[in-house]
């Protein structure tokens, strides 16, 4: 059984920052890719950031420059630290971890999701 769980969503003024948390728990053999995704009502799900095992990110255009994210293996947790932030960042967030269970093989996992609201 494997769970992922976002924090750290909430409202914010244009301009502002938040920081997203994703912590994966379980059964949980290794993690391969974990990322962010995010989705607005009426609109498909697009990625945000994704960062490997090793540490290579890849971000939206959109977002290049404000957002970082990062990962601590340790916790088997993934970050997104978003800056400067716009009203067209307005989405639920969701967390994707690309993952090995104990003995099963990899497969992708979601979180909830978590709002992020930008606005004045």
């Known amino acids: 059984q494997v769970q992922l769980v976002e924090s750290g969503g909430g409202l914010v003024q244009p301009g502002g920052s938040l920081r997203l948390s994703c912590a994966a728990s379980g059964s949980i053999s290794s993690i391969n890719g974990m990322g962010w995704y995010r989705q607005a009502p009426g609109k498909e799900r697009e990625l945000v950031a994704a960062i490997t095992s090793g540490g290579s990110t890849n971000y939206a255009d959109s977002v290049k420059g404000r957002f970082t994210i990062s990962r601590d293996n340790a916790k088997n947790t993934v970050y997104l630290q978003m800056n400067s932030l716009k009203p067209e960042d307005t989405a639920v967030y969701y967390c994707?971890?690309?993952?090995?269970?104990?003995?099963?093989?990899?497969?992708?996992?979601w979180g909830q999701g978590t709002q992020v609201t930008v606005s004045a």
């Open positions: 994707n971890a690309d993952l090995r269970t104990r003995w099963g093989p990899r497969n992708s996992y």
